[in-house]
């Protein structure tokens, strides 16, 4: 693995300017100031919309119907999320988007590294089919209706398995864990089946404590997309009470489109519904926004796990 | 991107969360893995021997089954007449009747233009912004400060489309902060989501505005790549730093680049498609309405489901097409194949 760990990836390139620092020319000086401008104006223009999200959930209705809310809230209050978490139905949806996410990424785990390592095994028979079938499906699917009729007539519907079952293997994911097994030393495991281990023992006791790290990377990777899924329960579910919480977001906004897109751009439904969308979503992107610094690096090593040369 | 959804969401493989970076890798790592070619072994002792491993992919495999290759299968209905509650397959052979419909339908063709225009958009604008952010970030010596804007920039990936589609509403919206700097610089207010000539500049910034700093993860790895001998080279030759970006940095990421345009080429069709979902409203339909989410409206809401599946096997075939010569292309002209 050449650059399985990112931080020496970027060490290198952080390390590399000075020997190649001769003096700057004077166009270069500028450039670098301008360049540092450029960045911190990227930061701002990125964690802007979150500011502002956070700005608003903790204003007035007032205040954000007459434009006044930007970085501060204004009128401050905490009224909107007493609001928000006084509703049932959005605990509901929230509870179920957990119960979504662990039962969704326990499923896609197993079937992922089954599948990864035994296609790692450069000599097991139609290897190279096995590996056709998954990467097939990369660049052509069933698509939208196929998939919808398949999905009833398994009367899936309104149930947990819509949400879990259709999306439990990526092939990205696949790919990685697949290059990972490839690259664990093959002695460690001879040396296990000569001391009578089967494969599934290998697989179990040798395999996969050796691969707690790209294991935990794939947990995260399905664990924040399911987190995250919306469509598949909109398409599937059409119960109030088994939303998850994407879905209860989107319906608060569709809300607040159509009104306003039927014309009535002072409408008042629209106007509360702002408030309670930036409570709202300030409660469902929460857990992400706290996990994300000390999560990143692990999603970045996971890219860069597929991008080894094995 | 969700390149892993070619023709729409429903399956929407759960690899698009990752987005064409990812993907691009995870070609790669087909590409860099060498098969060695084990000695011939018949399928009785190759079961014999490795049973074991072959039971562990069975779970697998009926997954990709039921879940791919049914719903592939599943397409035969473009060409049969579905009843609801009737077979899965159809019930009646009509042949191209539903092609022949969607060919002729003047809605169709106007959905045909607009995931054109938004997918052209896409290759044109969003997909070269990643490599400017990582030459940029390339040039900074502070390693704290890069890290810093790197883990920043990641962040818009990693939250739900939902919550961006509600970002993007709200910025947007009359009381919204883009609307408070128009009045700023004297303008009027601008009800962005009702004109349709305002929808592709929303939908392509907060394209870049969610895809650009993720998708600087390959190049600046490539960027990492670049043999050190060769910017000296450069410099002995009198090459200032802009020539050395030009001549060397650039050409020393291309293979990157070509892979990554290559796979951003084969969701063409299938552009943003949950995005626009969450986006669009009536009022915009005329420059927002894509083929992936008039076959939504069509077959999902209105139950026309043979109408629906003709379009969608159409886009599907279309998109297929697209990556297979994207990537013949690339293979004769650079050298650069995804396979």
């Known amino acids: ?310 | 991107m969700s390149a892993l959804s070619s023709s729409g969401g429903a399956s929407g493989s759960t690899g698009s969360a990752l987005g064409g970076a990812s993907e691009a890798a995870a070609v790669a790592l087909e590409e860099q893995t060498p098969v060695r070619r084990p000695p011939r072994r018949t399928w009785r002792s190759a079961l014999k021997r490795d049973w074991r491993l072959y039971s562990l992919v069975l779970l697998p495999l009926l997954f990709f089954a039921v879940f791919r290759y049914l719903p592939m299968l599943g397409n035969v209905i473009a060409f049969r007449r579905f009843r609801p509650g009737g077979s899965i397959f159809g019930d009646e052979w009509v042949g191209l009747r539903y092609f022949e419909l969607f060919v002729n339908d003047p809605l169709f063709w106007n959905v045909f233009k607009n995931t054109l225009v938004l997918g052209a958009l896409t290759l044109v604008v969003v997909f070269p912004m990643p490599i400017v952010l990582a030459l940029l970030l390339n040039e900074l010596r502070s390693k704290r400060f890069k890290r810093f804007v790197q883990t920043v920039s990641y962040l818009p990936h990693f939250i739900s489309i939902v919550i961006v589609a509600g970002l993007v509403l709200q910025l947007t919206s009359a009381q919204g902060t883009i609307n408070q700097l128009v009045q700023l610089f004297g303008g009027d207010s601008i009800p962005f989501m009702q004109q349709a000539e305002w929808f592709r500049t929303v939908y392509i910034t907060s394209e870049v505005w969610q895809t650009v700093g993720w998708g600087t993860i390959l190049y600046l790895a490539a960027l990492t790549q670049v043999d050190e001998n060769l910017y000296e080279a450069a410099r002995i030759d009198g090459a200032n730093r802009w020539k050395q970006t030009w001549h060397v940095t650039l050409p020393g990421i291309r293979p990157t680049m070509i892979t990554l345009l290559v796979l951003n080429i084969g969701t063409f069709m299938a552009v943003g498609f949950e995005k626009i979902l969450l986006l669009y409203n009536p009022l915009v339909y005329p420059t927002a309405d894509v083929i992936s989410t008039y076959l939504y409206r069509v077959g999902i809401l209105s139950s026309n489901f043979s109408y629906a599946a003709a379009i969608g096997l159409f886009e599907a075939v279309i998109g297929l097409t697209l990556i297979l010569s994207a990537n013949a292309i690339s293979r004769r002209a650079v050298g650069t194949s995804l396979w």
């Open chain 1, 1 to 310: 693995m050449t650059v399985a760990d990112p931080d020496r990836a970027t060490r290198r390139v952080a390390a590399t300017p000075p020997t190649r620092r001769v003096k700057d020319s004077r166009g270069y000086q500028v450039f670098r100031v301008v360049n540092v401008t450029v960045l911190l104006l990227v930061v701002g223009l990125v964690l802007y919309p979150f500011v502002n999200i956070v700005a608003q959930s903790f204003s007035s209705e007032g205040a954000i119907t007459s434009g006044q809310v930007n970085l501060v809230p204004r009128g401050f209050n905490v009224e909107t999320y007493r609001l928000v978490m006084s509703d049932s139905l959005f605990w509901v949806n929230y509870r179920n988007t957990v119960v979504y996410t662990v039962v969704a990424t326990a499923i896609a785990m197993v079937l992922t590294t089954t599948f990864a390592y035994a296609i790692s095994k450069k000599d097991l028979k139609g290897r190279s089919v096995l590996i056709g079938v998954a990467v097939f499906t990369m660049f052509f699917n069933g698509g939208l209706i196929p998939n919808y009729v398949l999905i009833n007539e398994l009367g899936m519907t309104n149930t947990l398995w819509a949400i879990v079952l259709p999306n439990a293997i990526s092939v990205f994911n696949l790919l990685v864990m697949k290059a990972f097994f490839e690259n664990l030393p093959a002695e460690l495991e001879e040396a296990a089946s000569i001391d009578g281990l089967t494969t599934y023992g290998i697989f179990f006791r040798i395999v996969l404590p050796l691969s707690k790290a790209v294991i935990a990377t794939m947990v995260l990777f399905y664990a924040v997309f399911f987190w995250n899924s919306w469509f598949q329960a909109f398409l599937y579910l059409d119960r109030a009470e088994l939303y998850p919480v994407t879905v209860y977001l989107r319906n608060m906004i569709a809300g607040a489109t159509t009104s306003t897109s039927m014309g009535a751009s002072a409408d008042d439904a629209a106007q509360v519904a702002a408030n309670i969308q930036a409570v709202t979503m300030v409660l469902t992107v929460l857990p992400i926004i706290c996990l994300y610094p000390f999560l990143q690096k692990y999603f970045v090593s996971g890219v860069m796990l597929g991008s080894v040369k094995g």
